[in-house]
C-alpha cells in the first residue's frame, strides 16, 4: 500500500499484461504449496514459511484489489497499478525483504502486528465497499453512504461482534 500511496497509484484501472498477471498470480504458489502441504499434514509450516509466503501473496493481493476495485466497464482504463513488470518485481522483493527483516529483527514484531491488523481492516472494508458499489447500481446509494455503510461495518468487527 505504502507503493500504491507514494506514487499515487490507488487509482490504477489498466488491466495488467499477461507476463504481470502471471507474476501476481505466482506469488500465491507458495502459500497454496505451504497450505496444502500443512493441510495434508505432510509438513508443518512454520513461521518463516508463513513470512515468506504471506509476503508475496499479501502484496500481488493488494494489486489485484486495486484493479479490482477500479476498473471500469464504461470507460477506458489507462491508469497503470504498475508500470512495467520491473516495478511489479521490485514491490514484490520490497515485501519479501520487509518481512524477512521483520522476521529477524523481533522488535519490529509489535508494529507488524499493528500494520497487519490495520491491513486486515482496510482489505475488509475494500472489500464491503466493492460488494456494496456493485449492489447499489439497483439501489442508488452514493459513494458517501457506501463509505458510512463499510465503516460502520468496521466498527462491528474492531468492537468484535460477531455476524
Known amino acids: ?18 507476463a504481470m498477471a502471471l507474476l501476481g498470480a505466482f506469488a500465491f504458489l507458495p502459500i497454496a504449496i ?3 502441504f500443512s ?18 501473496a499479501g502484496c500481488s ?7 479490482a476495485a477500479n476498473v471500469s ?9 504498475y508500470r512495467d513488470i520491473k516495478e511489479q518485481l521490485v514491490v514484490l522483493v520490497s515485501s519479501l525483504v520487509l518481512g524477512l527483516v521483520m522476521y529477524v529483527y523481533q522488535g519490529f514484531f509489535l508494529v507488524a502486528s499493528v500494520m497487519v491488523s490495520i491491513g ?12 456494496l458499489q456493485a449492489l447499489s447500481c439497483n439501489w442508488k446509494l452514493k459513494n458517501g453512504w457506501i ?17
Open 61 to 67: 493481493l493488494v494489486g489485484f484489489g486495486l484493479l
Open 1 to 18: 500500500m505504502v507503493f500504491f500511496l507514494w506514487n499515487k497509484r490507488l487509482g490504477g484501472n489498466k488491466p495488467y499484461s499477461m
Open 34 to 36: 505451504d497450505g496444502f
Open 120 to 131: 486486515i481492516l482496510c482489505f475488509w472494508s475494500g472489500f464491503f465497499y466493492i460488494v
Open 147 to 163: 463509505s458510512l455503510i463499510c465503516g460502520l461495518l468496521m466498527i462491528l468487527m474492531i468492537g468484535g461482534v460477531r455476524f
Open 39 to 56: 493441510y495434508m499434514s505432510v509438513w508443518e509450516s512454520n513461521n518463516l514459511m508463513r513470512v515468506i509466503s504471506g509476503s508475496l
Open 73 to 81: 466497464w464504461k470507460e477506458k482504463n489507462e491508469k497503470p497499478i
